[in-house]
């Protein structure tokens, strides 16, 4: 094959590859009966009890509850931690919330996906396969840093808020963090019932909640949505994030680095192929 064959073979298969793309998946619309839960910040104690509920339903290492210093500096989830609460101290008032993955309406970690491993199911949670290649895509995506990698596992895993999908919710079951609460800070129903309970507790104490319910249109809607007595950039949520789902931002984008990360190695290769046939033809 000559330099002139060998580029204009590519020039055909990068078109056919741009062309295709991955799979972009959209949820549209947040389903009315999907799995939700309400988070009611004003309720929260900081017991850290769901902490150790999800540890235990995941077979996680136990938290020590004890430990009081957790509380000094915010904490993110981790592949050995699906949840964590933090406590912020505003005007001499303590507020905790409860940190895991939001399982977004319409996902980026989803869309991002080159191999279909994150999946939303029809009930509302986001699930990871193993057929996960580790590309680790979904960690970039996700505007709420969500997914985690086992970076010290020979067998490594993206490990997030599995909303007890498997191991509960498909029985009937409430999540285990929603069981273990003691102070009904979280309710679980369909999303239709529980944007309706937070309605309902704005109207009956609106000196007690700022008007907004987070999570009801952030990035298209989430899973997990929050009620708050102080705005919520000042208990750590972010409020840049609009209202568009992130795939419907990024669809044009995704699709040519996909196309870009199956073209450009080969191609390389390729030249570097031919410059070293060159090379060594010179030398004859």
């Not at 996700?142 to 970076?151: I, Q, S, V």
């Not at 409020?239 to 870009?260: M, S």
């Amino acid at each position: 094959m000559n330099r002139r064959t060998f580029l204009k073979t590519m020039g055909i298969g990068s078109g056919i590859l741009l062309g295709a793309g991955p799979r972009i998946i959209h949820a549209g619309e947040p389903l009315p009966d999907a799995a939700t839960v309400l988070v009611d910040t004003t309720r929260c104690i900081g017991c850290r009890l769901c902490e150790e509920a999800c540890a235990q339903a995941n077979s996680l290492p136990a938290p020590d509850l004890s430990d009081l210093t957790v509380f000094d500096r915010k904490r993110s989830t981790s592949e050995a931690a699906l949840t964590v609460v933090n406590r912020y101290t505003i005007e001499d008032a303590e507020i905790h919330v409860k940190t895991q993955c939001m399982h977004c309406s319409d996902a980026a970690c989803v869309s991002s996906c080159l191999v279909n491993a994150l999946k939303k199911e029809k009930e509302g949670p986001i699930s990871w396969h193993t057929n996960c290649m580790g590309c680790r895509y979904c960690m970039v995506a996700c505007p709420f840093d969500g997914p985690k990698f086992e970076y010290h596992s020979a067998a490594p895993r993206i490990l997030k808020c599995t909303f007890c999908y498997a191991t509960r919710l498909v029985k009937g079951q409430k999540p285990a963090c929603v069981e273990a609460c003691p102070m009904e800070a979280l309710s679980f129903g369909t999303r239709s019932e529980m944007l309706q309970e937070a309605r309902s507790r704005i109207a009956n104490a609106p000196d007690a909640y700022v008007s907004h319910i987070y999570g009801e249109h952030e990035v298209g809607g989430t899973s997990w949505i929050y009620l708050s007595p102080v705005p919520f950039d000042r208990i750590g949520f972010r409020t840049d994030l609009g209202t568009t789902p992130y795939p419907v931002l990024t669809k044009g984008y995704l699709k040519t680095v996909h196309g870009i990360d199956l073209i450009v190695p080969p191609l390389l290769f390729g030249l570097a192929y031919l410059s070293r046939r060159k090379h060594d033809k010179d030398k004859d």
